[in-house]
């Protein structure tokens, strides 16, 4: 009896909390019902944008947005062609009891405020080069490009949330000697990444680059939200293992690489990975045996990637970077396509992966006081994005599994900090 009148009474505690700020509520769905679900991302951005705090229900269709019923958020939804649903206090109740649920694997996050979010980009870039600039033109989401002179003039205490373009950190021109170095695009990158070393007073593209490597590595141990897509995932690590040793060779910077390179890298200093082996050859379009692409045997029938169900009420953050009306993600390519498993570094959250095939997709961890998330592959809606090609149309991809998880990381720095159940 006793058991039954301390549920009744923590149920009573929890409408009183919960119901006023619920009252007269818009619900925009995240399964299948929802007509854009990339849009609808923008929305609960803008509606934060507007001082309005909102929920995020965690496994619940598909990752659901409870916002205030207003009519200006109405008529935004209708412009952007986003499905939502007013709702009752009362079915607001009931909504939240099934989700407060002990027995269900779902949880409400409030979202407080816009993260201020910059892009790490070489100004010259165009929106479709890179999935993440374009997810967020396309969710209407509002950002900075930062690039060097940003990152090594102290400008990232500015942003919350930091994403890396398609980038090189080891000062190797993208490894793109072998196939491009008579282009004229890539003499032009190649001279601009030398003055921005120059001007910085640096001899070496690599040196340029690992002095904004650890300029951003301190922006995540202070706190930031770090989220990096291809080839900036593993150039990044491989960038902070090398500190000071010379991992180019003389096509590169003029010189010969150190010829103890491998056995210099220090392990201790990167986010993700250890034990991978440097790709030293300049005709190789590789930097080290951390990514997959070219030794992986699948083909594009079979390559997916399933997300893990992580606890939503124990640990919503790798939650909230899942949330999905898919659990089964279509696989795509890019110049770092996955990570072999057995180089990822125990304590690191794999949150995708094609277990087969041993491959990690989509990977999170913590250092310092901030986050990262490294996830592979170039653009999920190009299975493989060559140089040239025309850009993703997101208005035909609007409900795309694989962009959702890009939007995921931009809005879960949003989440009120939770205190640990115990």
């Not at 040793?245 to 392990?267: R, S, V």
């Not at 082996?277 to 590789?286: D, I, N, Q, R, W």
């Not at 592979?376 to 959702?404: I, M």
Request: aromatic fraction near 14%; glycine fraction near 6%; charge should be neutral.
């Amino acid at each position: 009896m006793k058991s039954v009148f301390k549920s009744y009474l923590i149920l009573i505690c929890f409408f009183l909390s919960f119901g006023p700020a619920f009252s007269a509520s818009l619900l925009i769905p995240m399964d299948d019902s929802q007509k854009n679900h990339l849009k609808s991302y923008g929305i609960a951005y803008w509606t934060l944008q507007k001082n309005h705090e909102i929920y995020w229900l965690l496994n619940y269709r598909g990752g659901a947005f409870l916002l205030p019923l207003d009519k200006s958020i109405e008529d935004e939804c209708k412009i952007r062609g986003v499905s939502y649903t007013p709702v009752s206090d009362a079915s607001v109740a009931q909504m939240m009891s099934e989700i407060s649920s002990p027995e269900v694997n779902m949880d409400a996050i409030k979202l407080e405020k816009p993260p201020k979010i910059a892009v790490y980009s070489p100004k010259g870039k165009k929106p479709w080069d890179d999935a993440v600039t374009l997810a967020l033109s396309y969710a209407e989401i509002s950002y900075d490009i930062v690039y060097d002179d940003e990152v090594l003039s102290n400008k990232l205490s500015d942003y919350d949330w930091l994403h890396l373009h398609h980038e090189d950190f080891t000062g190797q021109h993208g490894k793109f000697y072998a196939s491009y170095r008579n282009m004229q695009w890539y003499k032009n990158e190649v001279k601009d990444n030398f003055a921005m070393a120059e001007k910085y007073g640096f001899q070496k593209v690599s040196d340029l680059k690992k002095a904004v490597s650890q300029t951003i590595r301190k922006f995540v141990q202070n706190g930031g939200f770090l989220f990096a897509m291809c080839s900036a995932t593993d150039t990044f690590d491989i960038t902070l293992a090398a500190g000071d040793t010379d991992i180019c060779t003389h096509e590169f910077d003029g010189d010969p690489m150190d010829e103890q390179a491998q056995e210099k890298l220090d392990y201790s200093k990167t986010f993700a990975f250890k034990d991978f082996k440097l790709e030293t050859s300049p005709y190789v379009y590789e930097y080290s045996d951390i990514d997959v692409t070219l030794s992986r045997k699948l083909s594009r029938d079979e390559d997916y990637f399933s997300l893990f169900d992580f606890s939503a009420k124990w640990d919503p953050v790798p939650t909230m970077l899942c949330q999905n009306h898919k659990n089964l993600i279509k696989g795509f390519m890019g110049q770092t396509t996955a990570f072999k498993k057995d180089l990822i570094k125990p304590g690191v959250l794999i949150l995708g992966e094609n277990k087969s095939a041993g491959e990690a997709r989509y990977i999170h961890g913590k250092y310092g006081k901030g986050t990262w998330t490294f996830y592979g592959g170039h653009d999920p809606e190009d299975y493989q994005h060559l140089v040239g090609d025309p850009p993703t149309d997101l208005n035909l991809k609007k409900n795309s599994a694989g962009y959702r998880l890009i939007l995921n990381n931009v809005l879960f720095p949003a989440a009120k900090k939770k205190k640990r159940k115990t």
